[in-house]
C-alpha cells in the first residue's frame, strides 16, 4: 500500500519554509529513496508529478519530492505563483542549499524509517531542476546516483547579454511572461549577480566532469525548451553515464497542468521503467 505524506512544512535556509510530499509503499523494507527537483517556473505538484511519485512507490521506490522555498508557492497556496516577490529572489544558490536542506532533514526525519533507506538516495531533476542535481551531486557523497530528466547543461547561457544585460541592471529587474498563467514573472539583478559570485560551483560542466556516482540522461528529441544537444553535451562531460533519447518526446514528456488522468503519459511510464532499472540495478 502506498503511504502518502502531503505538504509536509521544514524550515528553510533562507526564511521562507519549504513544503514536501513522502511517498512510500509499506509493504517494502529499506526502499531506495528518490528526491525529485522541479524546474523552472515548476512546482512539485504540476502535471503528472504526483501520479509519477505514486507509481515509483507502488513499484518499490520511495520517493520526495518538494518546491523550492522560492519558486514563487506558498504554504497556503502551493501551486502556481502567488508570491512572485519571492520568485523574484530565487537564484541559484538558493536552490542548491534548499536542497541540502531537505537532504539534512530527510537522513534525520527518516533515519529509523523501516520503509525508506535514507543511505541509498538517487536525486532526479526536470529541466532547471537537472541542472541543480547534478551541482549536488558533485559536491555532495550522500547522492548515490543521478537522473537528468530534459536536464539543463549551462546556467550562464540562459542571461541575458549585452544591452540587455545592461538593461536589467539599470532598473534592478526584468520580467518573463508565463505562458500559462499570464503573469509577469520578475527577475531581480541579484540572480545574476549571485551566479557571477559563485560560477565555479554553478557551472554544470565542472560539475557533470567530476562526477563519481552514476548518472542516467534521458531527454526527448522534440523538447523545445531545452534542445537535445544539452543532453549530449552532458554525456560528453560524464562518459560513463548512460544517455537516453526517446523519440518524440517533448520537454514535459506528454504530460500538462492539471493532469487529471488515472495513467502516465506513454512517455513517463517508459521513464518510470528506465529509472526504477537504473536504480534497482545499482543498489
Request: charged share 20%.
Amino acid at each position: 500500500m502506498v503511504i502518502q505524506e502531503i505538504n509536509k512544512v521544514i524550515k528553510g535556509p533562507h526564511r521562507l519554509p519549504i513544503l514536501l510530499d513522502v511517498f512510500y509503499n509499506n509493504t517494502v523494507e529499506h526502499a531506495p529513496l528518490l528526491i525529485f527537483c522541479h524546474g523552472y517556473k515548476g512546482f512539485k505538484d504540476w502535471g503528472a508529478w504526483n501520479l509519477f511519485a505514486k507509481t515509483f512507490a507502488a513499484s518499490g521506490i520511495a520517493v520526495l519530492k518538494f518546491n523550492f522555498s522560492h519558486n514563487g508557492g506558498t504554504i497556503e497556496q502551493p501551486i502556481d505563483f502567488p508570491d512572485l516577490e519571492a520568485f523574484g529572489h530565487n537564484n541559484y544558490t538558493k536552490e542548491l542549499d534548499d536542497l541540502n536542506q531537505v537532504l539534512d532533514w530527510v537522513e534525520t526525519a527518516y533515519a529509523k524509517h523501516s520503509n525508506i533507506n535514507v543511505s541509498n538516495i538517487t536525486l532526479v531533476g526536470h529541466s532547471r531542476g537537472g541542472g541543480i542535481v547534478t551541482l549536488k551531486a558533485a559536491e555532495d557523497s550522500r547522492v548515490k546516483k543521478l537522473v537528468s530528466l530534459a536536464g539543463v547543461s549551462d546556467f550562464k547561457s540562459r542571461f541575458p547579454k549585452g544591452s540587455d544585460l545592461d538593461a536589467w541592471k539599470s532598473t534592478g529587474v526584468r520580467f518573463v511572461m508565463n505562458g500559462r498563467t499570464k503573469q509577469q514573472m520578475p527577475h531581480y539583478y541579484q540572480f545574476y549577480e549571485d551566479f557571477m559570485a559563485n560560477a565555479s560551483r554553478l557551472t554544470i560542466q565542472l560539475a557533470a566532469k567530476s562526477l563519481k556516482v552514476p548518472h542516467l540522461i534521458i531527454h526527448g528529441d522534440a523538447d523545445t525548451s531545452v534542445d537535445l544537444k544539452e543532453a549530449f553535451a552532458l554525456h560528453k562531460w560524464h562518459p560513463g553515464g548512460q544517455l537516453v533519447v526517446l523519440k518524440g518526446a517533448n520537454h514535459v514528456f506528454g504530460s500538462h497542468h492539471p493532469w487529471d488522468f488515472s495513467e502516465l503519459p506513454l512517455y513517463l511510464q517508459q521513464i518510470h521503467s528506465k529509472i526504477t532499472h537504473f536504480i534497482n540495478n545499482l543498489c
